[in-house]
């Protein structure tokens, strides 16, 4: 089993996923956010890569039983019903809907890895789970860090180190190579304190900035849930 971490999704282009076993990674939200509106009973997600394609997409779809979520730096776009804060998805507003989800980097990600056989969402939240999954399969797999508009971030390549850190607990024959290395000493000198880390982080201070602090507190939550996002056919769901 070999792994290969993305620190940005910039460094491969669509093709190259193709027939990988891949998990994006986007801790600063919208991982966490897509893990905990699934784990509350929503029916899918939908990611897409552009606003104007989430409101045509959400027009497609039954009335009801559909929700438009997302950000634009971080807000709630004019519209739309939900923001990207996981806070906001709880069971009583996304229980039963599909959500049409757009990101400023998340979804993104998720939408250029979209020809991958297999394709996973982790968080803090979520991290055991996805390990344990990614063992099962003993695929090599691509651990792609959404970063910040095509830029490295911390927060990601600290989640991609203990992700395989958690991964070479179960299975110590994994291949290591340099960008495995530096996520595995990332995680080593952060993995102990997320809380911390996330607060230094750049997009953290942002977050921090417009009023976001609660989100920070909840993206530092490790293993807390037993689920795994899969994206099948245009949409995400939990896997049984
Ligand atoms: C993103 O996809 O860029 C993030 O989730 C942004 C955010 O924190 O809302």
Same mark, same amino acid.
């Given at each position: ?17 193709? /027939? ?8 600063? =939200? ?7 509106? %699934?784990?509350? /009973? ?17 027009? +497609? ?7 438009? +979520?997302?950000? =634009? ?40 890895? =979209? ?32 970063? =910040? ?11 991609? +180190? ?23 000493? %990332? ?16 997009? /953290? ?28 056919? +245009?949409?995400?769901? %939990?896997?049984?």
């Amino acid at each position: 089993m070999k792994l290969n971490v993305l620190f940005s999704p910039i460094v491969a282009d669509e093709l190259y996923f193709t /027939g990988k076993t891949s998990v994006v990674i986007d801790v600063l =939200r919208a991982s966490s956010t897509i893990v905990t509106a %699934l784990k509350n /009973g929503a029916k899918e997600i939908v990611p897409v890569a552009t606003v104007e394609f989430a409101v045509k997409v959400s027009g +497609g779809m039954f009335g009801g039983q559909t929700l438009l +979520g997302g950000e =634009r730096n971080t807000k709630k776009i004019e519209g739309f019903a939900l923001g990207n804060s996981p806070l906001e998805y709880e069971e009583k507003v996304v229980n039963g809907k599909s959500i049409v989800f757009y990101t400023t980097n998340g979804t993104k990600a998720l939408t250029k890895a =979209r020809f991958s056989e297999n394709l996973f969402v982790c968080s803090f939240l979520n991290l055991n789970a996805v390990a344990k999954h990614l063992v099962s399969l003993n695929n090599n797999v691509e651990i792609i860090c959404a970063g =910040r508009n095509n830029f490295f971030s911390l927060e990601d390549t600290v989640c991609a +180190g203990k992700l395989a850190a958690e991964i070479i607990s179960m299975n110590p024959e994994v291949e290591l190579n340099d960008s495995l290395y530096a996520a595995l000493a %990332l995680n080593e000198k952060y993995g102990q304190v997320l809380l911390k880390m996330l607060k230094q982080s750049e997009h /953290g201070k942002l977050l921090i900035e417009n009023g976001f602090d609660e989100d920070i507190n909840y993206c530092a939550q490790l293993n807390v849930f037993d689920v795994v996002p899969y994206y099948t056919n +245009g949409v995400l769901k %939990l896997m049984k």
